[in-house]
């Protein structure tokens, strides 16, 4: 069956201390995420390793012409600093294969500004969703090379195509003005700040999504499991508070475990809202 959960993004290969690598990356988590939920997701991706866990009902489409980007996190007194030991090249609506382009949901998730915005063009009938976090990385051969900062400054005309934008405030250096830009062109977007939770500008208003307790062992990943059941409710419902306060139960329920296999299945998602709700 073709995807209705397209994730559009490469997989990375995560270097670590010891010299091994791991596969990460928003692709991964989101994917996992939108599966968990009930949904068929797929990913278009630059040629990566995957879990040794990964569902095999979550197909890759790989393209032939890169390999994954390697990351290398490097933490320091004043925070942690990332190290880029390869690049990829960025995707083509021609990568995409042909049967998986009437998805009723595109995520675009950008790891190293290869998801350009131009691609939802592709997916007019859509709804659209981005976590632009890749698109605020610039970086430089030869390798390694220090990955910094850049603003993210589409065009209006581009972000009001897109329907939910996803961004942690690490993610804008701390800079709650860059969301405040993007909601006054984007209907939804949503700033998340972890443990204490999120906001979502609504048509430029914000409201307030708390965080939902949990009990922390692994933070990895969770601003992509927050976007991906973001997305999905908010595509089920049409209310982005709704959406927000479920995603914020699912991101929490993320990080009680290691990795993707700790994200919830649907059933245990819903039986947290209604303990939530009573």
Not at 129 to 135: A, I, L, R, S
Request: hydrophobic share 45%.
């Amino acid at each position: 069956m073709n995807p209705d959960y397209l994730m559009l993004g490469h997989i990375t290969s995560d270097l670590l201390p010891d010299g091994a690598t791991i596969p990460g990356g928003t692709s991964l988590y989101a994917a996992r995420t939108a599966q968990r939920l009930g949904r068929r997701p797929g990913i278009v991706s630059a040629k990566a390793t995957l879990p040794a866990d990964w569902p095999t009902d979550v197909p890759v489409a790989t393209v032939s012409h890169s390999n994954a980007p390697i990351f290398e996190n490097r933490y320091t007194p004043n925070g942690r600093i990332q190290f880029l030991h390869g690049d990829a090249q960025p995707l083509a609506a021609s990568d995409i294969p042909a049967t998986w382009r009437d998805a009723p949901i595109v995520h675009l998730g950008p790891i190293l500004a290869e998801t350009p915005l131009t691609l939802v063009d592709a997916f007019p009938d859509a709804l659209i969703g981005m976590t632009p976090q890749g698109m605020m990385r610039r970086w430089a051969a030869p390798f390694p090379c220090q990955i910094e900062y850049i603003p993210f400054e589409p065009a209006a005309a581009l972000l009001r195509r897109v329907d939910i934008l996803v961004m942690s405030i690490e993610d804008v250096h701390g800079d709650r003005s860059v969301a405040e830009r993007y909601a006054e062109h984007c209907g939804i977007v949503a700033l998340t700040y972890g443990a204490r939770g999120a906001d979502i500008f609504i048509s430029g208003t914000p409201i307030h999504i708390p965080a939902y307790p949990a009990n922390e062992v692994d933070p990895t990943g969770a601003g992509d499991v927050f976007a991906a059941a973001l997305m999905v409710r908010y595509q089920e419902t049409r209310d982005a508070i709704v959406a927000g306060y479920f995603a914020a139960v699912v991101a929490a329920a993320s990080v009680e475990g290691l990795g993707i296999s700790a994200i919830p299945d649907r059933g245990t998602i819903e039986t947290r809202v209604q303990q939530h709700r009573s």
